[in-house]
């Protein structure tokens, strides 16, 4: 009961001298929830191999329940002016986040098509990345946000992203990558959940990408338009509002 109390003391403090924001449901925040127990749970292995992706000590809003990466990618089509350009836009989302999905169909998009392999909701269509079931070029946008890294065939992944996307179309691809290793790593030998925990750093990751992940993603033909953190939202404390810094926005374009 003592650890309790403690807790809500602590939890009280917070709320009162809130020092972090969510910019999604626009509220102040006392503390952003960790992922499992944040770094701790991270391993010495992933810690030196510079790993970009999510911020697991920031991961979710206790009012809203967003996470880091749809933080994240709202400021980035925020600052790029692309909010705006879903309406009457054609749209492929893989895996859609409750609340970019929510953005998106604001803006009334022409189409909205809300895709994953195991849908978990009757709205979500039963879509396989390696097999995509719509014609050539019929997209105007694809968003695959921390997605690539659970696909066994990634250049077939991609080369169908690209087929269905129009040209001049952006595709979204926010993928996690360690800023140690110069080549992306994978092994048809690590075919169980605790290996794949250990060596790519989740039970469903397939492999590791290392930094030539953005050459590995324009070799099907789209070109980077790729941008970090620190030149596009200079001004965003990346502390506050629960995002990392770190990681750039992935975005290509269709030629």
């Known amino acids: 009961m003592k650890f309790i109390e403690k807790f809500r003391n602590k939890i009280a403090r917070l709320c009162i001298f809130p020092r972090h924001y969510c910019c999604i449901c626009d509220k102040k925040v006392g503390f952003f929830l960790p992922y499992k127990k944040g770094l701790k749970s991270v391993s010495a292995f992933f810690r030196v191999l510079n790993m970009v992706g999510s911020d697991v000590d920031n991961f979710s809003c206790p009012h809203c329940w967003s996470h880091d990466r749809e933080r994240h990618l709202f400021l980035f089509l925020k600052e790029m002016g692309l909010i705006s350009r879903f309406k009457n ?11 970019i999905s929510k953005l998106i169909q604001e803006q ?43 696909v066994q065939d990634e250049v077939q992944a991609l080369s169908e992203l690209h087929r269905v996307l129009k040209p001049g179309g952006l595709a979204i691809l926010q993928t996690p990558y360690s800023a140690k290793l110069k080549h992306t790593f994978s ?69």
């Not at 997209?139 to 659970?150: G, Q, R, T, W």
């Not at 794949?196 to 990408?209: I, K, T």
């Not at 980077?224 to 990681?247: A, T």
């Open 89 to 99: 836009a054609n749209v492929l989302h893989f895996a859609p986040e409750v609340w």
């Open 187 to 255: 092994d048809p030998g690590i075919d169980n959940d605790e290996a794949r925990l250990q060596v790519y750093g989740q039970e469903d990751h397939v492999r590791l990408y290392g930094l030539d992940i953005f050459d590995r993603f324009s070799s099907v033909g789209f070109v980077s338009q790729v941008q970090l953190h620190k030149d596009l939202l200079p001004e965003i404390d990346s502390k506050k509002y629960g995002v990392n810094e770190l990681e750039p926005f992935f975005l290509f374009k269709k030629a």
């Open 108 to 150: 009334l998009p022409a189409s909205y098509v809300k895709a994953d392999l195991y849908p978990a909701f009757p709205d979500i269509e039963k879509v396989d990345m390696l097999a995509i079931q719509y014609a050539n070029e019929a997209f105007d946008f694809v968003i695959a946000n921390h997605v690539l890294e659970h």
